[in-house]
Structures are given as structure tokens and as C-alpha cells.
């Protein structure tokens, strides 16, 4: 999986904004109290590369537990990796000087899932939406303003919003001020961690719809954390599917969902609900949980729940293999 | 539209007629069911589907009898279950009905399980209440209904704390404490939500296939129009206190007849094709106690008439199984 260098020249002219290889976040299990002892680690990421690129839209799909949230707070630089880099610009962050550091930090900009603890109840809209540029914009306090009023409309809402606290705002209105917060300092990818699964299903459309609008207007990249498929489908141009730490499936949307191939992610897809009762769906249930990331399987990671499994499942790591360009997936199938 | 091809001819549980529950606040009267009637048959699911504020909640808590007493109270309505109304029951009555005829699944199994209990002394609990069995038996029914929801091992992971089991386990505990006594009528309130999409499909399973050994009628709350094709033969799609619109859930996809459920429908991206724009329906859903007169979808409606801003809409019949309340269909 380190290994992983997917080159789609023929199809991608965008060029690649950030990118991440072989990356690792382990995190150690200690035992006693006063004397702690490292008595094993949780690998919660295990060796993941992937390149977001301008103006599009990478979506990493899994379940709980997948390493997904660990990933994106990587690259939001909450975490420190164990190993492998981060590139910004052909730029290693995580061994940058304090300056190059800063100005990533806010290129880089997060959208979170529940808008009600994402926004500090004591502040005004006006300095929620200001604070990032207090912090990384030098502007007088008219700049500013004009600003929050602009950032406000673009988001939906009215200048006259400003003088409001957010207990006063809906959740869908809460999600509107929080990708305005982001996209105060111009960023160039947003890390968009569940942006959806806490609203109201009327509302989560309009979100969609102006995240996608946004990105237009702002030529701004996203990273979108989500579990469910549909939502990836309709918002992602590329898809990494995540099982236990490390990718299963990576490649252009319409592609992976065309060719499904790895077995995990054709069950993701036979799991996920219909949009009408006369789908039939292939019946394809997975048994068990997916296992402790403390003690992952041999061999293939998902060996234990796969349908398809065979004798070298569990005693080889499967190797990366090009479907299409641009379409991996590792299993042994291929 | 296809016709439904499997009539459910069989004799009806559970019927709800003019329900309305409405809470008293300081700022005024909260009508949170506003006249819901419903009725459900043996071996039938119903789709109850909503936004938040929709009234569904409220809803199944009126079925329970859980509605907390003040503020809220039952104003109006009969709920007769095999008969019996529930409304008129005193409490004493409701509590020998409550878990043994009709129970129910929640949502969140990490707060509806008591942490200082292991899982057989909660499925127990139930069974002790409803049934006056020897303690041996009780343990004996305690193993029997763990098994049917297929949890591994049962006889050690009886002796489990909640914490000591994983999300998928805990729901699944949860459903036993729900078919321990046998109801005739099983309430699920978004049993699925807090489940990843693999674990979500097991469950799911699960339950219809409970529901089929007992010929239970099952009630779904959900927001999701996936679980509703999955899952219910019949929906009913709530909006502000009252049903818009209720039909067979082949004639609700196919033929939606409220610009509410039709606007969900465009709304929600679709797993098996792409969509360039989906449809996204303007404005927030009403807060409760202040609905506008008329039909409270009116301010968001794309086919807004001037009727509907001055008088609430009578229900319509789109085919002998299938109506909705909207002057369109006048």
C-alpha cells in the first residue's frame, strides 16, 4: 500500500494540491499509572496516500473506526503522523519552518459535522466569521466588515445576520456560518469532516448544493469525510474507500461506482439503502464487525469478513494493482 | 404507478384515529400532533417519516403512553389497540401493556441501556414484569430471546455490561428488550442511526425476519426514505403535527402526490445513478408554535396557490390506498 502511485495523466489535467503518501498515525496503548509501559498500538492509520487536486473533490468513504477522521486531522495538522509525508504545493509540512507551516494552516481550512459545537455560543456571527482573519489576514476594520457582509451572502444568509449569536441560527443555517468561517481566508482545500449527516434531510440538499457552487466560485478543493455513498457519489470526483487504516479501492467516482471491485466496497454498496423499493439489491450481508485496529487481521485486512476469501487472504498483504488508470485496489482478486 | 401485489388482508392491530398531543409553553400551545389517524395490520410495516419537529416522535411517545404529563397531554383522539383504547387506560392499566403488547426499539442503545446492569438482568426485567415466571425460566426466556436476535455466545455475553459490547451488539440488545414478551406491535424509532451501513443492513435484516416468525406490525420512525424502500410496505410522510400524505410505499415513490414528499424525493442523492443538481427544497422546516394559517408547507412550496395560504388542505384521494392534503388535488 505504500507503494501506491496512481497516475492518471490521461484523464486529470489538475494539478495535484496536496498529496499524501504512506501515511502513517499509530497510537501507542499504555498500561500502569504512575509508570506508564507502551504495551501495544493502535494502528489507526496504516500506510494511506492519495492527492487532492485543485478544484476537486476527494471523497474517503468507511466505517467508524476506518481511520478516516484520524487521516483528516492529519492533514489539518492536529495529529502528527508516525510516518509518511504530507505535501502542500510539493511542500513537506510537517518538517516546515514555523512560517510555511502557518500559511498551510490556513490554506487548509475544516468544516465539521455538528454545527451546534463547532461555533462558540458567546460570540458574535460577525467575529466567528472575522476570527480566522484576525489571525491570517492584515485588514483595517471596514476590509473586514465588507468582508463578513460579502462571506455572509455568498453563503446564503444577509448582512444583517452579523449582529446575531448562533443559538438563534437553525442547524442548516449554523452549517451556512461555519463554511463561511472557512472560507474567510481564501483557503485552497477545505476539509469537509460529515458536513451533512447532522441536518435535517431538507436542509442537507441546499448544503450540498452550495458547497458545490462554492467551490466554483472559490476554485477551493475539498476533502470530504462521509459514510455515506450516495452523498460521495453525488459531491466526490474521487473516491478512496477505507477499511481498518488503510485504502481497499481508490480511483474517479464514476469509475469506482461503475466497477466496484474490491469485495469491501461492493458490500458497502449492497449495504447501503435503495432509493426505491423496486431495486432489487444482491444480497450480500457482511458478518461480524470490523475488527480492533489493536490487533488487525494477517495477511489482507478484511479477510476475516470476506465472501470471496481464499488461502493466501490470510497470509499475504495483497498488492496495489491498476484497474484502470487511476482506478487501484488491492486484493488478490487482481 | 404498479399496484401493490401483496394486499395485507390481515386483521387490523392498531388504530389511531384524530390523535392529537399538544404541549403547553410559555409561548403558547404547541400543537406537536395535530389530528394524525393511522391503522396498522398484523405482519405490516408503516413508515412513519419526518424532519425533526415533524410530530413523529411525539407520535410514538402517545402510542407508548410516554408523553410527559405536564406539558404535554393527549387532547383528542382514540388509539385502540386489539380493541382497547389506549388513551382511556389509567396508568396501572397502560403498564401491563406497555413492553408486553406493544414496545419499543429506540434509537440510541448507549443512553436506553443502564450502564450499571449487565444485558440479562435488562432483557430479564422485562420478562419479570409481564410474566410471572420461576427466576430458572426467566433466565431460560432471558437466553432464548439473545439467540433470536443472534448474538454470539449467549450464555457468557448474558453476564456483558453495555460498555462491554460494540454498537451493533448493543442495538441488537436493545431489540431483544423489545420482542422479549411477544407484542403484537413493535415501535422502531431510527433503530439504525447510531450504525454503520454494514451493521445497519444486519439489523435490518434482523428485524424483518423477527417480524416475520411473529407476525408482529412494525411501526418504522425514520427521516430516511432509504430505509422506508428497504423496509415498509405502507408510509405515512409527516410535516408540522399532521400526515400529508399516506399510500402504499410503491405509489409514494412513484407517484407522489405532495409537493413535500415529491421535493424530499428530488432531495436525497441517489447510490445507483448521477445527478447533476439535486433539488433542494428552500427555507426551514415550521417551528410549531407559530404555523402559518393555511398549509404550513405553503412558504415552501414550488406550486403555492392563494387557497393555500388562507385554509388548511382536506385530504385527497389519489387512489383507494393512497391520499394527500394538498389543494392541487382538489
Given at each position: 500500500m505504500t507503494t501506491l502511485e496512481a497516475n492518471p495523466v490521461?484523464?486529470?489535467t489538475n494539478e495535484v494540491l496536496l498529496e499524501a503518501n504512506g501515511l502513517k498515525k499509530h497510537f501507542p496503548v499504555t498500561k500502569g499509572l504512575l509508570v506508564s509501559k507502551v504495551t501495544g498500538w493502535i494502528k489507526a492509520v496504516d500506510g494511506v496516500s492519495f492527492q487532492v487536486r485543485a478544484g476537486e473533490t476527494l471523497g474517503i468513504v468507511g466505517e467508524s473506526g476506518c481511520g478516516k477522521s484520524t487521516t483528516a486531522k492529519m492533514l489539518l495538522m492536529l495529529e502528527e503522523p508516525t510516518e509518511g509525508t504530507i505535501e502542500y504545493q510539493g511542500q513537506e509540512i510537517h518538517n516546515a519552518n514555523a512560517e510555511q507551516r502557518r500559511a498551510y494552516r490556513s490554506s487548509v481550512q475544516a468544516v465539521f459535522q455538528d454545527p451546534w459545537s463547532s461555533l462558540n455560543p458567546r460570540m458574535r456571527v460577525r467575529d466567528l466569521i472575522a476570527e480566522p482573519m484576525v489571525i491570517n489576514l492584515n485588514l483595517s476594520r471596514r476590509e473586514m466588515q465588507d468582508r463578513v457582509g460579502k462571506l455572509l451572502n455568498d453563503v446564503g444568509l444577509s448582512s444583517y445576520h452579523a449582529n446575531l449569536y448562533p443559538h438563534e441560527f437553525s442547524g442548516g443555517q449554523r452549517q451556512r456560518l461555519a463554511i463561511a468561517r472557512a472560507l474567510s481566508v481564501e483557503p485552497r482545500v477545505i476539509v469537509l469532516d460529515e458536513p451533512v449527516s447532522a441536518l435535517?434531510?431538507?436542509?442537507?440538499?441546499?448544503?450540498?448544493?452550495?458547497?458545490?457552487?462554492?467551490?466554483?466560485?472559490y476554485n477551493v478543493s475539498y476533502l470530504l469525510i462521509a459514510h455515506h455513498l450516495a452523498t460521495v457519489r453525488y459531491m466526490c470526483d474521487w473516491v478512496a474507500v477505507m477499511y481498518l487504516g488503510q485504502i481497499v479501492e481508490y480511483g474517479r467516482t464514476k469509475e469506482l461506482f461503475d466497477n466496484a471491485s474490491h469485495p469491501y466496497t461492493k458490500a458497502l454498496m449492497n449495504a447501503a439503502l435503495p432509493s426505491h423499493p423496486d431495486i432489487e439489491q444482491e444480497e450480500m450481508i457482511l458478518t461480524g464487525e470490523v475488527p480492533?485496529?489493536?490487533?488487525?487481521?494477517?495477511g489482507?485486512?478484511?479477510h476475516p469478513r470476506c465472501p470471496f476469501v481464499m488461502d493466501q487472504c490470510s497470509r499475504d498483504i495483497p498488492q496495489v494493482t491498476e484497474l484502470e488508470p487511476g482506478h487501484i485496489v488491492s486484493c488478490h482478486l487482481y | 404507478m404498479t399496484t401493490s401485489t401483496t394486499e395485507n388482508t390481515s386483521p387490523v392491530v392498531l388504530q389511531v384515529d384524530g390523535l392529537k398531543t399538544y404541549f403547553e409553553t410559555r409561548w403558547g400551545t404547541v400543537k406537536a400532533v395535530d389530528g394524525v389517524s393511522f391503522n396498522l395490520r398484523r405482519g405490516e410495516t408503516l413508515g412513519i417519516v419526518g424532519e425533526s419537529g415533524s410530530g413523529k416522535s411525539v407520535t410514538m411517545l402517545s402510542l407508548m403512553r410516554l408523553i410527559p404529563e405536564?406539558?404535554?397531554?393527549?387532547?383528542?383522539?382514540?388509539?385502540?389497540?386489539?380493541?382497547?383504547?389506549?388513551v382511556q387506560m389509567t396508568d396501572k392499566e397502560m403498564s401491563g401493556i406497555r413492553g408486553s403488547q406493544i414496545a419499543l426499539i429506540i434509537q440510541d442503545p448507549m443512553t436506553s441501556l443502564n450502564p450499571v446492569f449487565s444485558i440479562g438482568n435488562q432483557v430479564g426485567e422485562a420478562i419479570k414484569i409481564h410474566q410471572d415466571i420461576p427466576k430458572r425460566t426467566v433466565v431460560q426466556q432471558v437466553l432464548d430471546v439473545l439467540r433470536k436476535v443472534n448474538i454470539p455466545a449467549a450464555e457468557t455475553r448474558v453476564r456483558d455490561y453495555p460498555h462491554q459490547m460494540s454498537g451493533g451488539m448493543r442495538q441488537r440488545v436493545v431489540g431483544a428488550i423489545g420482542i422479549s414478551c411477544e407484542p403484537i406491535v413493535l415501535i422502531a424509532d431510527e433503530p439504525t442511526t447510531s450504525l454503520d451501513v454494514t451493521i445497519?443492513?444486519?439489523?435490518l435484516k434482523l428485524l424483518k425476519e423477527l417480524q416475520e416468525a411473529s407476525n408482529i406490525g412494525l411501526i418504522f420512525i425514520t427521516h430516511d426514505f432509504g430505509i422506508v424502500a428497504k423496509m415498509c410496505d405502507r408510509v405515512a410522510v409527516m410535516y408540522a403535527g399532521r400526515i400529508v400524505e399516506m399510500g402504499d410505499v410503491r405509489d409514494i415513490f412513484n407517484n407522489p402526490s405532495h409537493p413535500y414528499t415529491e421535493a424530499l424525493l428530488a432531495s436525497v442523492p441517489k447510490l445507483e445513478e448521477d445527478v447533476d443538481r439535486l433539488y433542494s427544497i428552500e427555507g426551514q422546516p415550521p417551528t410549531l408554535h407559530d404555523l402559518p394559517t393555511g398549509c404550513p408547507f405553503a412558504p415552501r412550496c414550488q406550486y403555492v396557490m392563494d387557497k393555500c395560504q388562507t385554509t388548511y388542505p382536506t385530504q385527497f384521494d389519489v387512489s383507494d390506498s393512497h391520499y394527500a392534503a394538498c389543494w392541487r388535488l382538489e
Open positions: 490521461t484523464q486529470t435535517d434531510v431538507s436542509i442537507r440538499a441546499q448544503i450540498m448544493n452550495l458547497l458545490m457552487d462554492l467551490q466554483n466560485e480492533s485496529p489493536l490487533n488487525p487481521p494477517e489482507c485486512r478484511f | 405536564p406539558p404535554g397531554r393527549i387532547v383528542d383522539g382514540q388509539i385502540l389497540l386489539e380493541g382497547q383504547d389506549l445497519q443492513a444486519q439489523y
